[in-house]
């Protein structure tokens, strides 16, 4: 009898992970949702409108808002192209209906010129707006936390599409509470406005991804566009979008043959380019647009290439910088099938991401010793220097942990990061990124993971290793939204727990979030200066980092009170990174007596050695010697950076623009002393007796070292 076979046990089946989409809250949760999240922006914009009346205009911010004014009293682009318009029109617009005085300042040199010079043409806005000069800054400034409301939308409909309601609001208390959006959501510059609107063009590709259309595609395209009208950096987008778009076909199945899916979705891409590209001409008022490639004077590597012979005979510049580079740089597109072709971009755009290379890339120095031949007409010279293997540049010098150098390090965003966030965002943060790597998600839940990790990974490396500019937190703010998202799958995460494990992480959500406001509320209003204790906070010495990161200038209307009640009528010594000269109180009516400290012998020199004769004859100059009295010197200075200060002579116009120009470490001799105190954490304030002066006697007997 035959026997019967044995039956095979049945192959086990994985459960496939499977993500439910958090559910929509009832109409009774979705008021109390709406009302928190009303609450929390009401909070932020009351913290942003509050400290923005306590600090005056930074060192980007006095050029951008007469920039700004120009656009829309002249409807042309060309002062300050090296950022996009749109969000100096935001700021501009209720300052340009307050009726400045502008027309004089279209009859000087700085606006006549070929190349407007936006430094003098805003030291001239100025000084014709003396008397009203800090209300314009704080009526401009008021519409700028519009920029971080929209952020915060953005954040919270992201976060709550992938984790549900509650963690949106955990996202968007991070992102409100961030004491560094905090301090650039109210300035009149490019970074956070570009961020918000960023990360709002990306939230809308992110939503046609998941469902495809025309019509996505279209709203995408348009925003694109916006985001490319706010800062240069945007342009990363056209190079992580498509990524984001090959992700998401590769993992995520979806109905139709992948011929007709890869078919459409390159007819949707050429769809998002078009609008991108006619916001961008529409945002520029089509000003340029069709002028032919090769017409364009560039000097950037990236629009350049090298001229026949190494050397060509280049048109004459006002500007010092292209007057050096255009020798050495051609016209890539000269020479070539496209040198006719039309531009379908504004001049103005072409010409500012041009502006915006040269600093990403550093100015080469072969070209910078090149030029100097070429100017003593030595040609064959130049020649040689500019055919130099040679690839080193320069460019800003660089500060970090006490460190001063020419060129940056790979990990100083890395650092910023964790010197400038608050200690519970960080605990957050980390966590996150922990259960990223550990959490087990759909295919569909890893294409949505990767969409908020691909921005900010794209930012950091390409800051890090593709350009030399260390200059501050802000050059990555772009990726905050991203992180403060993510953040939020905390939330679900702490949910799926089961009884004292979930109190647990509850809690500990809690205490982070906590720990995050109050070092925020601590810091205020100075937010600028904002350092976790970690890090050693903003008074520590030396600081971990300068510049925007914690001077920036912000100080001078702080300082100025203070003199006022302390030390009325006496002088004091003012050494100023900022690009407002202190003389505008005296045009004001309130008389400021200030002088410029003694530099360090041979670091200090007058700006333009072809000044006219009235210029040279009203100089004041800085004082001859050390005396004991009252200094009030700004922390980027104190520990080595360079800089260009204003004269304190009578306020005539000829002398009113920055007069001379430091080497670097031209007042770090005042490391010598403790300041008696801090103002707003970015002006160290001294007061040096006899036995002061006579310490530092000897740094005025020998040429000064090369840094700290």
Not at 518 to 537: C, E, K, Q, R
Request: glycine share 8%; charged share 15%.
């Amino acid at each position: 009898m035959a026997r019967k076979p044995r039956p095979q046990a049945a192959a086990p089946v994985e459960t496939p992970v499977v993500e439910i989409p958090p559910p929509s809250p009832g109409p009774r949760r979705a008021f109390w949702i709406g009302l928190a999240v009303a609450a929390i922006l009401g909070v932020h914009m009351a913290l942003a409108e509050r400290s923005l009346f306590s600090e005056n205009a930074t060192v980007d911010e006095v050029a951008h808002l007469p920039a700004g004014v120009t656009y829309w009293d002249k409807h042309t682009f060309r002062l300050y192209r090296h950022n996009p318009p749109l969000v100096k029109m935001v700021a501009a617009l209720p300052v340009w209906l307050a009726n400045p005085v502008l027309e004089p300042l279209y009859q000087r040199r700085a606006w006549t010129q070929r190349e407007p010079a936006q430094l003098n043409f805003s030291q001239d806005f100025a000084y014709a707006n003396a008397d009203r000069y800090f209300e314009l800054f704080d009526l401009a400034r008021m519409v700028m936390p519009l920029f971080s409301i929209l952020g915060g939308l953005v954040v919270f409909a992201w976060s709550s599409r992938l984790y549900g309601a509650t963690a949106g609001l955990l996202s968007l208390a991070l992102w409100c509470f961030c004491p560094n959006v905090l301090a650039h959501g109210r300035l009149v510059t490019t970074d956070l406005g570009s961020t918000a609107i960023g990360a709002g063009a990306t939230f809308l590709f992110w939503l046609y991804l998941r469902r495809p259309s025309w019509g996505r595609a279209a709203v995408a395209g348009v925003a694109l566009g916006l985001a490319q009208l706010s800062k240069f950096s945007m342009l990363l987008l056209y190079f992580v979008w498509p990524f984001l778009w090959a992700v998401r076909l590769a993992l995520v199945p979806a109905e139709g043959q992948w011929g007709r899916r890869i078919g459409l979705g390159l007819g949707h891409a050429a769809l998002v380019v078009a609008l991108s590209v006619l916001t961008i001409d529409f945002g520029y008022l089509f000003e340029g647009v069709g002028k032919p490639l090769g017409s364009f004077e560039f000097a950037s590597s990236s629009l350049t290439t090298t001229p026949p012979g190494g050397i060509r005979s280049a048109p004459t510049s006002e500007n010092p910088l292209f007057r050096m580079l255009w020798p050495f740089a051609e016209n890539r597109f000269r020479g070539t099938f496209l040198e006719r072709f039309p531009s379908p971009l504004p001049e103005h755009y072409l010409l500012g991401f041009d502006e915006q290379k040269i600093e990403a890339d550093g100015i080469p120095l072969r070209f910078m010793e090149a030029s100097r031949a070429l100017a003593a007409g030595d040609v064959e010279t130049a020649r040689r220097l500019a055919a130099s293997p040679d690839r080193s540049v320069g460019g800003y010098l660089v500060y970090l942990n006490g460190e001063i150098r020419g060129s940056g390090w790979w990990y100083y965003y890395l650092a910023t990061l964790a010197y400038k966030v608050p200690e519970g965002t960080l605990l957050i943060l980390m966590a996150s990124l922990a259960l990223l790597v550990v959490g087990r998600r759909s295919r569909e839940g890893w294409a949505d993971e990767i969409a908020l990790w691909a921005v900010p990974t794209v930012i950091l490396f390409a800051m890090s290793f593709l350009t030399d500019i260390n200059l501050g937190l802000r050059y990555i703010l772009a990726v905050f939204p991203y992180l403060y998202i993510q953040a939020g799958k905390l939330v679900p995460w702490a949910e799926r727990l089961a009884g004292r494990a979930r109190s647990i992480a509850r809690a500990g959500i809690v205490v982070c979030l906590v720990l995050t406001v109050a070092a925020t509320l601590m810091i205020h209003p100075s937010y600028l200066a904002y350092f976790n204790a970690v890090s050693g906070g903003p008074d520590r010495t030396p600081p971990r980092l300068i510049d925007s990161n914690l001077d920036w200038g912000q100080d001078l209307i702080d300082l100025r009170e203070w003199c006022r009640e302390n030390i009325p009528g006496e002088p004091i010594g003012l050494a100023y990174f900022g690009q407002i000269n202190p003389s505008i109180f005296t045009l004001r009516g309130d008389r400021f007596d200030w002088f410029l400290p003694p530099p360090r012998p041979g670091t200090l020199n007058r700006m333009d050695a072809a000044a006219n004769p009235l210029q040279l004859a009203r100089l004041t100059g800085p004082a001859t010697e050390l005396k004991p009295g009252w200094y009030a010197v700004s922390a980027t200075l104190v520990h080595g950076l360079k800089w260009r200060f204003y004269d304190p002579t009578p306020h005539f116009q000829e002398v009113w623009a920055p007069a001379w120009s430091s080497e670097p470490d031209v007042y770090g001799y005042f490391r010598l002393f403790r300041p008696e105190r801090r103002i707003g954490h970015s002006i160290d304030l001294y007061h040096l007796t006899a036995d002061d002066v006579a310490r530092a006697a000897d740094v005025f007997k020998a040429p000064a070292a090369s840094g700290p």
